[in-house]
């Protein structure tokens, strides 16, 4: 990735991940290091357990599939570098996970469910592009976020 593009993006981090009260999803809360800008990311209830088990240090009896993402890329000698939420399309947003093998970056998809979960189990760094966090879904944010009470995550705030 070229500097151009880095100075692109935006690093997030995960600040909580909430049960949606409308359906049967939950809400991955994203915010960039100053908290201006937020970036909400509706997942599958088995995701966003991942995730939230990830930002609590929480050991699974047997190893998750982004456990044994990450043991292979640990024993394959495989540096995560970061992970980039790239897209949205119809409210669906698109990931990609950057990693050095072999001494050559590499780029491959990935949903944002997964890089996430990833990124946090090989502590890697999180962004999203300017132009995705111009064109983000959810509506108006803040009464969104008002409604499902960001304001005190306690714990789930990493």
């Keep these: 990735m070229e500097h151009t593009e880095l100075a692109d993006l935006v690093k997030l981090k995960v600040h909580g991940v909430l049960p949606d009260p409308n359906t049967e999803t939950q809400i991955v809360i994203l915010k960039d290091e100053q908290h201006a800008d937020i970036l909400p990311i509706w997942v599958g209830t088995a995701e966003g357990t991942a995730i939230k088990m990830a930002m609590e240090g929480i050991p699974t009896p047997r ?10 890329a640990d024993h394959l000698n495989i540096k995560i570098l ?12 698109y990931a990609a996970v950057h990693l050095v093998a072999r001494g050559e970056e590499r780029t491959v998809d990935s949903r944002p469910s997964d890089a996430i979960a990833l990124a946090l189990r090989t502590n890697s760094p999180i962004y999203v592009t300017q132009d995705v966090l111009k064109r983000r879904g959810g509506g108006n944010l ?8 960001t304001k005190n995550l306690g714990k789930y705030e990493v």
Aim: aromatic share 6%; net charge neutral; charged share 25%.
């Design 63 to 72: 190893p998750m599939s982004h456990d044994l993402i990450r043991s292979f």
């Design 82 to 93: 970061r992970v980039v939420v790239t897209d949205v399309k119809n409210n669906t947003y």
């Design 142 to 149: 803040d009464a969104l976020l008002e409604k499902l009470g």
